[in-house]
């Protein structure tokens, strides 16, 4: 069977098996298992409407307890276990970890990923969306710093590996480099700014994201109020600052929050250009190296990056919710 | 505290023209009020006298000088907004005392100005809150508060009580009518497309129509001899009735014969040459009376009758297909008269003629 036409058969299947579902069972619900006639034909509506709920709800909550909520568990489960997988240790692989030099390059290294690619890509979004919105070629400038967004973090990993080349035929920084005259070096080698050359990537690609969003939420600031702070006497930059930033705040901290959340997650950044070496490491390329070698060891460090993210997720839930409000 | 003078002002958005020739004096102390149909560019007007809209052409002056590109906030003026533009994340205190931040006064400069602008306003219970935790009204008073605290040469109003309910809509343009007498000599532009606000508020009123000025006048003076048609059936409600007609006797007192068969003699001196001339007489519906001789203005069958008890307003049926219908106000309860044929006079004190939409007072 040609792969196209399996995949269309797959998504027939699957769309055709969501809308049976809810098609059948509502009906099932209704016409026997409480159907609207004889004596108690009331009642039965009241209970059939009590049941449908979670009739709909089941499948989505079903397909989220096998695919999150189980693996949650079982992830911790096997965390206590060794390589094997066979002899039970306690919390002993998280001691390992924590005596590890590498595990807390990686946690200072994250720290600094979490600390530094968040604030810029929020403050350079912020800033290319009040400096495009009322330009009249904004709209195609948006369009291009937005398009890092629809590359892969490999994709993109890829294009910095030959703007970071050492070869100054290939590499823009080494090319600059050479015809300064200075000698060609590896920035990927230079120790902790590597970390930020790799920051840079993410930076570039999540900027689009951040303006996107911050330029909507400029949008819906009332123009009243900066007419009435420009009859106010305020220059445009007590404008930015008192007027929209404060009006703003909580689109850009879900905004802020939201990158914390994807920098603790990214891994093929790391992995692509350094492979973790040269003091590279962040959490979960650090995972990435002990996974399929020592499951016990990786499940733990998944553990440690989900406590992590824990927080950052409750307080961008909340803020979102209260920007809905 | 200043005079205004608008010379030759023009506005225009690429070709098309929205204001041109406005020629306007305002004296300090005056509470000039700019009302028209929507449409008409009394907001972009208030604009561009604030700064916040570029004059295209001509000058304008405050206190003598030349402002057209010096920046609002050094023209000496303050705006009130329709929307009330108040900073949603500053309390009523910090919306009031932003201005003067920005200009970096003292600290008790600034408190003993907020403190008597929250005083005349009666806001010192709230200056602590936010927009949000206030009403309507609550929250047009910190505007005009903020407008109060710059003490500005002049106070814009654009439109300040058209998003409030009806009830509050008369108790804050009550409010305004009082802070406007407890600062005599401040001047005030107030825009408004509500003709009640405009002949309250005013001391003087601005007609814009059509992208010009249509009339100037103290309210009771465009009420009594507005220069013509558009005037005349703007101001006053409901509209003044025309009927179409002609001069048949000249002198101190102008005889015309209408149309629709009635008569009406007008305190308008004409010629001899004004003899047969087509005009339009006007009649506000408060001015017509029911008579019974042989000397009336109009005669119809009450179609349409509204008693309100003060008055009766009777609408008549259209003399033909289309034609607007005449309006009457009598005092006093009049529900028999409806389905009857009622005619109608007015004194001649009270009539006015218009020939190519434009007053014979004014030719």
Known sequence: ???????????????????????????????????????????????????????????????????????????????????????????GNYIDLFSEGTFRTAVINNLLWVLFVPAMATFLGLLVAQLTDRLSWGNIAKSLIFMPMAISFVGASLIWKFVYSANPDIGIINSIRDAMGLAVLDPLQVRFWNNFFL??????????????????????????????AIIDGANPFQVFFKIKVPQIMGTIVVVWTTITILVLKVFDIVYTMTGGNFGTHILPSYMMTYMFRDDGRATAVAFVIMLLVLPVMIWNIRQARNEMR | MADLKLTDVEKAYGEVKVLSDINLDIQQGELVVFVGPSGCGKSTLLRMIAGLEKITAGELQIDGMVVNDIPPSQRGIAMVFQSYALYPHMTVRDNMSFALKIAKKSKSEIDAAVNRAADILQLGPYLDRLPKALSGGQRQRVAIGRSIVRDPKVYLFDEPLSNLDAALRVATRIEIAKLKESMPNSTMIYVTHDQVEAMTLASRIVVLAGGG????????????????????????????????????????????????????????????????????????????????????????????LEALGELTVLYFKPESEGAAPVLAKLAGI?????????????????????????SLLYR
């Open chain 1, 199 to 228: 920051m840079f990537i993410l930076v570039w690609i999540q900027t689009g994201f951040a303006m996107v969003i911050l330029s909507a939420a400029l949008r819906g600031i009332p123009e009243e109020t900066i007419e009435a």
């Open chain 1, 1 to 91: 069977m040609s792969p196209v036409f399996q995949g269309m058969l797959t998504i027939i299947i699957g769309v055709g098996g969501c809308v049976g579902y809810f098609y059948f069972s509502n009906m099932l619900l209704d016409k026997v298992i409480f159907p609207a006639k004889g004596p108690n034909t009331g009642r039965n509506i009241n209970r059939a409407n009590q049941v449908r709920p979670w009739l709909f709800l089941f499948p989505a909550m079903f397909a989220l307890g096998l695919y999150l909520a189980y693996p949650v568990v079982g992830s911790f489960w096997r965390s206590l276990f060794d390589r094997s997988g066979a002899n039970f240790i306690g919390l």
């Open chain 2, 213 to 304: 000025i249509a009339q100037v006048g103290t309210p009771l003076e465009l009420y009594e001899r507005p220069n013509g048609e558009f005037v005349a059936q703007f101001i006053g409600s409901p509209a003044m009735n025309l009927l179409a007609g002609e001069i048949v006797g000249t002198g101190a007192q102008t005889r015309v014969k209408l149309a629709g068969g009635g008569s009406a003699v007008a305190n308008i001196p004409t010629t001899d040459a004004d003899m047969g001339l087509k005009v339009n007489l006007g009649a506000r519906p408060e001015d017509l009376v029911a008579t019974d001789g042989d000397d009336f203005l109009y005669a119809g069958e009450v179609e349409l």
């Open chain 2, 334 to 358: 009049h529900t028999d008269l409806k389905g009857r044929k009622v005619k109608l006079k007015a004194d001649p004190s009270k009539i006015h003629l218009f020939h190519n939409k434009v």
